[in-house]
């Protein structure tokens, strides 16, 4: 009996040295809980009333040029707008980037939330918008120019419904997201050692539906094979790059349809080629361009690996046909490498994401692209892409549209997204 009561009064001191478990709220409440917070609702109160601004400073955006490398003229104007809305700090830095910190209450993480400033189209384009009805017609539009005025009312309507954060919020238009740009904007930003990004919210897609979890890796390259050239009479005989090429182009697309069968998603394309300089002369160079993808890192690395061991292999065999004159040579230039990346879906990133559609009464939809994302999200760091609201299309063309299709609801999801990452301070 004394044993028992001796045990019974351990088990009591224990139980009441143990402090209560709590469950910790669901990304749903959380996200419920921010939105219909009466700061939340007055944000978005003003979101709806700012929409004739939002509206003139993405025409006035847009109708700035600003293909990869060169951004600086909107990069600036874009700070002056975010320096307008108001900001702790704001600074482009060394590579094009335009950074403003909006400082939290509590010295914690740090959250990204940007747009990209460069568009796919050359700086003589005519980027001037033409309306039809209530379309609004121009290049660049809607990828990506769209996404930089919602970040910079996000900003604004923060910042007039006097909403405080735990976090520190990095605002920010990036450089070099198309093309050869090669991710070099986002890239800059996480090598920086004096930023310290913990979670990252790029806009860059359509309506708020479509949420983008993992990159989906590439890497691009440029070959060339190079000859002495000639007639193609009087030099017949000299090796022909172009013949190469072709003979270079059947092997590696023999041995990559194979190795793309099995395994996750890869892919590969030759998507541009050129040399020579007339149609009775043996070319002196002949290049194309080739983008690989995969979601994978090893079968990225293997379908890249294919395309370096065939297009040698080709040469050697072009070569050891040529009997007169040198041997042609061959010249391997990356020009591009995005990382791939996967995230699980219980991220609380992505959860409160999720959470964030439904509380609009959309249906999520989680993919793969390939994005600004894709290098936090190898780095290890939660990312989102997410999409910027209205409805648009033809992107990358010269007939690239965008309507304010319930464009305020895009914006307020933006914001809830925000704030349910960086922490409401009630």
């Known amino acids: 009996m004394t044993t028992l009561l001796i045990l019974f009064h351990v088990c009591t001191l224990i139980a009441q040295s143990e402090k209560p478990k709590f469950a910790q709220p669901s990304p749903k409440s959380q996200i419920n809980k921010i939105g219909n917070d009466q700061k939340i609702q007055q944000a ?12 003139k400073e993405l025409i006035e955006l847009t109708e700035i040029p600003a293909p990869p490398f060169q951004e600086q003229k909107r990069a ?3 700070r002056q707008m975010l320096q307008n809305a108001g900001v702790d700090s704001i600074w482009i830095d060394e590579v094009g980037n335009v950074l403003a910190l909006r400082r939290g209450k509590s010295k914690g993480k740090t959250v990204l939330i940007e747009g990209h400033l460069d568009t796919v189209f050359p700086a003589d384009t005519d980027v001037s918008i033409k309306m039809k009805g209530d379309t609004l017609f121009a290049p660049g539009i809607a990828d990506d120019t769209r ?13 007039r419904a006097k909403i405080s954060t735990e976090s520190d919020i ?44 993992n990159g989906l890796g590439s890497v691009r390259y440029k070959i060339t094979l190079n000859g002495p050239g000639g007639h193609s009479w009087g030099a ?6 172009h013949h190469a090429l072709g003979k270079a182009i059947d092997y590696f697309n023999t041995a990559a349809s194979k190795f793309v069968e099995i395994g996750p998603k890869t892919s590969y394309n030759i998507g541009r080629i050129g040399g020579g300089t007339s149609v009775n002369s043996i070319p002196f160079e002949s290049w194309i361009e080739v983008d690989l993808r995969s979601i994978s890192p090893e079968k990225l690395h293997g379908i890249e690996q294919i395309l370096l061991k065939e297009f040698n292999k080709a040469l050697i065999d072009y070569n050891s046909t040529i009997k007169t004159g040198t ?35 959309a249906s999520p939809s989680l993919g793969t692209g390939s994005t600004n994302s894709n290098i936090p ?15 648009g ?4 063309s010269l007939d690239e549209w965008w309507i304010n299709e319930n464009g305020a609801e895009g914006i307020k999801f933006g914001l809830l997204m925000l704030i349910a990452e960086a922490g409401l301070i009630q």
Do not use: C, W
């Open 170 to 213: 990095l605002f920010a238009g990036t450089v070099g997201e198309e093309g050869l740009g090669d991710l070099r904007g986002i890239k800059h930003i996480f090598k920086t050692k004096s930023l310290k990004i913990d979670s990252h919210i790029a806009l860059d897609g359509g309506n708020i539906s479509g949420l983008v979890t």
């Open 377 to 391: 999200i190898s780095l290890g760091v939660p990312s989102i892409t997410i999409g910027r609201g209205g409805n």
């Open 76 to 78: 600036e104007r874009y």
């Open 327 to 361: 041997k042609l040579t061959v010249q391997f230039e990356k020009i591009g490498e995005r990382p791939s990346g996967l995230q699980n879906e219980e991220l609380p990133l992505i959860q409160k994401a999720i959470a964030a559609i439904e509380f609009f009464k």
């Open 147 to 159: 996404a930089l005025s919602v970040v910079l009312t996000i900003l604004k309507a923060m910042n």
């Open 393 to 396: 299309g033809n992107t990358h």
């Open 44 to 55: 978005f109160q003003i979101i709806e009333q700012l929409e004739p601004e939002t509206m």
């Open 236 to 241: 017949f005989g000299l090796a022909n790059p």
